[in-house]
């Protein structure tokens, strides 16, 4: 077993993290408009709350069925070696192992979708080779078992607390169908922090331009909205070459995107307040799409949307926003680290635009392609696993969460003394709902051709309306039949 005293290192890169994490300005940490509920949880200690616990030198193995191991990191190499993730994730499991007398193993398979299918053969033979599963939702991995009878419920285990800080709220409370609840996400995996949909701001083009708005407090303020954000990129865009095309490799833009795909419309949709499926208290899924609500967000985000041409669809990272080509660009958090992490000029990190001021928090469509997904194989002992699971993902969200904000930005200091609290806000918004997973009917695609103008609104939710319902009701039907 590893030893506690291998925690000090850790420690002390901890309090130096947690030390040099400034907020906005002088702002309270306890803003209404994101959720964030640092300052009261800080008062509040959930490994207390779970007591003392001995099992007795029980393994614990979490399968990591990873689709990226390289750059989805949700596990360490068995020592300190001075990497963000792997040195705090193994100053996690010693804590782990030494507070409980646990043994923490790892079982690593390339690919969700094989992982997946280890994970269904393990419970099928019943064998028990995996308590904990991280993986995506995609490809046959996650959402497909859930529908399988391979998952355990996960609002039965009574040491989750699923509605905390430390897990996703907001998919809680949407990705329930029926009382059952088969994966969520949380600080329990550092991919998580990789996974949000956000908005980059390049803060020195903002400044040649002459936008002195202070985004920040716009943010705090609840008016970080669709409107903000088309008063300041309007009439930006510049034809560089005057080829009579907007592209990523030589002109420059107000806002650039990847163009008109289904996630683009359900980042933007998704944080505009726009649910695509809701679970109804009788077992349910509906469409919410269809409404005069939708179609006055699709019209008002249109206007934001640019026709761009690019060779490879990560050039708008790559290229346009990292050479100083882009005022504002809306991509997932990794784009960080994976693309702007030679990026000279300094950005800032925001949540995804509101609808209007009226929506309550900011939301942050999460990507389901991620590897930060947990589930718990059905025939696990969910005591065992539903008590090491929170203990970790608790820890996790306390010592770890502050170096999201360094490994976001790939530096020792942020680059920018906001970005701190602003990724909070993004990470305590993470969303998703069940049509954010599955394309029911094709009604993403339909909204991202509306989006890019290819299509016209009610008659092609009309079109669709009856492959949507019945794709739903056998979904929940399957749902409900675990």
């Given at each position: ?18 030390a040099?994490a ?7 940490s306890?803003?209404s ?5 640092s ?11 779970l007591?003392?616990?001995?099992f ?17 990191i ?14 705090a994730l ?7 192992e ?13 690919g ?9 053969a393990?419970?099928?033979?019943d ?5 904990l ?12 078992l859930a529908?399988e009878?391979i ?5 039965e ?15 809680y ?6 009382g059952k609840?088969?994966?969520t ?12 949909g956000?908005f980059f701001l390049?803060?020195?083009l ?5 936008i ?13 909205t669709?409107?903000?954000?088309y ?10 070459n ?67 041409q ?5 050039d708008?990272?790559s ?7 882009a ?11 994976v693309?702007?992490?030679d990026?000279?000029s300094?950005?800032l ?13 900011y ?7 991620m ?13 065992f696993?539903?008590f ?10 306390v010592?770890?969460r502050?170096l ?9 200091t942020?680059?920018d ?30 909204l991202?051709?509306?989006?890019a ?12 309306s ?7 009701a ?9």
């Amino acid at each position: 077993m590893k030893h506690f005293t291998k925690n000090l290192t850790l420690a002390l890169l901890l309090a130096a993290i947690l030390a040099s994490a400034a907020a906005c300005g002088e702002a309270n940490s306890n803003i209404s408009e994101s959720g964030d509920t640092s300052t009261a949880e800080a008062e509040y200690d959930r490994l207390a709350e779970l007591g003392a616990k001995d099992f007795g030198g029980e393994t614990f193995t979490i399968l990591d069925a990873n689709d990226k191991p390289a750059t989805h990191i949700n596990m360490h190499s068995g020592e300190m070696n001075g990497d963000i993730v792997n040195d705090a994730l193994f100053g996690r499991d010693s804590f782990m192992e030494e507070r409980y007398n646990v043994n923490i193993e790892y079982v690593q398979i390339t690919g969700g979708k094989a992982g997946a299918d280890a994970l269904k053969a393990s419970v099928l033979a019943d064998d028990d080779a995996y308590d904990l599963c991280i993986s995506v939702l995609m490809g046959g991995s996650l959402g497909t078992l859930a529908t399988e009878g391979i998952l355990a419920n996960l609002t039965e285990i009574d040491a989750l607390s699923l509605g905390e800080s430390w897990w996703s709220r907001l998919m809680y409370d949407n990705l329930q169908l029926g009382g059952k609840m088969y994966y969520t996400t949380g600080d329990i995996s550092p991919c998580m922090y990789q996974m949000a949909g956000a908005f980059f701001l390049n803060t020195g083009l903002c400044e040649d331009y002459g936008i002195d708005t202070d985004f920040c407090q716009l943010v705090r303020d609840g008016k970080w909205t669709l409107d903000a954000v088309y008063s300041f990129i309007q009439d930006k865009n510049i034809d560089v070459n005057a080829d009579g095309k907007m592209h990523a490799n030589d002109d420059f833009f107000g806002f650039i995107h990847q163009n008109y795909s289904t996630t683009t419309a359900k980042s933007l949709l998704g944080g505009a307040g726009i649910n695509l499926v809701d679970a109804t208290s009788d077992g349910t899924l509906v469409s919410n799409v269809n409404n005069e609500k939708t179609l006055a967000v699709l019209e008002n985000t249109a206007r934001l949307m640019t026709d761009v041409q690019y060779d490879n669809q990560n050039d708008i990272m790559s290229k346009t926003f990292a050479e100083d080509r882009a005022i504002a660009m809306m991509h997932f958090t990794s784009s960080a680290s994976v693309y702007l992490r030679d990026m000279e000029s300094d950005y800032l990190v925001l949540p995804m635009p509101k609808a209007d001021e009226a929506q309550e928090t900011y939301r942050s469509y999460a990507n389901p392609w991620m590897d930060a997904f947990i589930a718990v194989a059905k025939t696990a002992d969910t005591d065992f696993v539903g008590f090491v699971t929170e203990a970790m993902a608790y820890y996790s969200y306390v010592n770890v969460r502050p170096l999201a904000y360094e490994l976001t930005y790939m530096t020792k200091t942020s680059r920018d003394e906001n970005s701190a609290e602003m990724l909070g806000i993004i990470f305590d918004n993470l969303y998703l709902d069940f049509g954010c997973i599955t394309d029911f009917g094709t009604q993403s695609e339909v909204l991202a051709n509306v989006l890019a103008g290819k299509a016209e609104f009610s008659s092609r939710m009309a079109a669709i309306s009856d492959p949507l319902k019945s794709e739903l009701a056998a979904f929940a039907d399957a749902w409900n039949n675990q």
